[in-house]
């Protein structure tokens, strides 16, 4: 019988205190051991969840209104990997920005472990424009990481790779990219030719952002002109994208009796997504502790009396500086799903478009929209 996410039953509860996001009842997942119904009752019909988008120390992120200062996310490798077990999570993996660092210390320090997957975050970039994308890559090793860095500036080749070494490959949070270029029908018509797997949930975003990808996935009228894929969606996952401490929050939820059957079960479409979303004020939260704990750092590495009155100054005043960076951001980006909206909407009517869209209504979503209204 074929995997059906409507199977699942939704009673559970986190095991540990969760960040403030969205309520807590809405992050779920089956009991431990649940099984598809009708499947057979084999290790591969077990239902597992995996957190598949979270970020270590080891990333190394730049503020957008200050290029040239950096700040880290607050968890180490292994704090990540024992807070999505306790979580709930079956399966953990880390995603850093264009490293793997974090995974190798890992597994340097605790050898191979079955229930942990390499991951990377990939900053890729359209020749045509420039516009740089982010693209989550799975279980791939060292010299495939190599190689994916080289072939980083443009992602119409490293697309073919991905697919050439048989690697799960996701575009992260489609309505985000680096620059805020402007996305245009043609764009979105190469999204979906490029990309099988699509974030659908994204803990960070909010509730419209990703209510605009379930928009792309719905439907009998859902079609692209392509001659790779004719009529068919893409896969839905989700990830809670944490910088902090909400590792475990969002969640995909497949079935596998390993590494690489869990992951050919999610490029196969036998998934279910669930999870909280953001807000501007659960990204305030976020942003909060971030300027906090890495302020408390760099305190800690000076002896100058200047240079640490200067950073505790800085300190006291990142509240203010939090609420501007969120404020900042959410301006941005709500004039950017604007754009995306008026491109759902127009599409379908348009008898010159090129891409064939849904109309833009995610309050019909079935099964998705009573993640917002819980």
């Known amino acids: 019988m074929e995997f059906d996410p409507e199977d699942l039953t939704l009673d559970w509860r986190p095991r540990a205190p969760l960040t403030p996001r969205m309520p807590c009842r809405i992050v779920q997942r089956p009991p431990r051991g649940a099984a598809v119904r009708g499947a057979r009752s084999d ?10 988008h979270c970020h270590s120390t080891y990333s190394v992120e730049l503020v957008p209104a200050l290029p040239r200062l950096r700040f880290y996310p607050l968890l180490t490798p292994q704090q990540i990997y024992r807070l999505a077990k306790s ?49 989550n890559v799975y279980d791939h090793t060292e010299a ?59 803990g960070a975003r909010p509730y419209a952002h990703n209510a605009w990808v379930w928009s792309l996935a719905q439907g009998s009228e859902f079609r692209v002109q392509s001659s790779r894929r004719r009529g068919s969606p893409p896969v839905l996952v989700a990830g809670s994208d944490s910088h902090s401490d909400a590792v475990g929050t969002t969640c995909t939820i497949t079935q596998g009796r390993d590494r690489r059957s869990v992951l050919a079960n999610i490029r196969t479409g036998r998934v279910a997504i669930r999870g909280a979303m953001g807000s501007s004020a659960t990204m305030l939260v976020e942003t909060r502790k971030l300027i906090e704990a890495n302020l408390a750092y760099r305190l800690s590495l000076t002896d100058s009396r200047l240079r640490h009155a200067a950073w505790k100054l800085a300190a006291t005043s990142g509240r ?16 950017l799903l604007s754009q995306l909206e008026r491109i759902i909407q127009t599409a379908p009517h348009d008898p010159t478009a090129q891409l064939a869209l849904p109309e833009y209504h995610p309050e019909r979503i079935t099964g998705l929209a009573e993640l917002h209204a819980a």
């Open 43 to 52: 290790a591969s019909s077990t239902l597992v969840r995996i957190d598949l």
């Open 87 to 135: 979580r709930g999570m079956d399966y953990v993996t880390i995603t850093d920005h264009d490293t793997i660092d974090g995974c190798k210390a890992f597994l340097d320090q605790h050898g191979d472990v079955p229930d942990f997957i390499v991951g990377e975050e990939v900053s890729t970039t359209f020749p045509s424009d420039g516009m740089v994308i982010h693209i």
């Open 144 to 202: 495939e990481h190599r190689e994916i860095q080289r072939l980083a500036g443009n992602v119409l080749e490293l697309v073919p790779y991905l697919r050439s070494i048989n690697r799960l490959f996701v575009l992260n949070h489609p309505t985000w990219n680096k620059f805020d270029l402007p996305t245009t029908p043609r764009r979105i018509e190469e999204y979906l030719e490029l990309f099988d797997v699509i974030e659908g949930i994204n």
């Open 320 to 335: 203010l500086v939090a609420r501007l960076m969120v404020q900042r951001y959410y301006r941005r980006q709500d004039a």
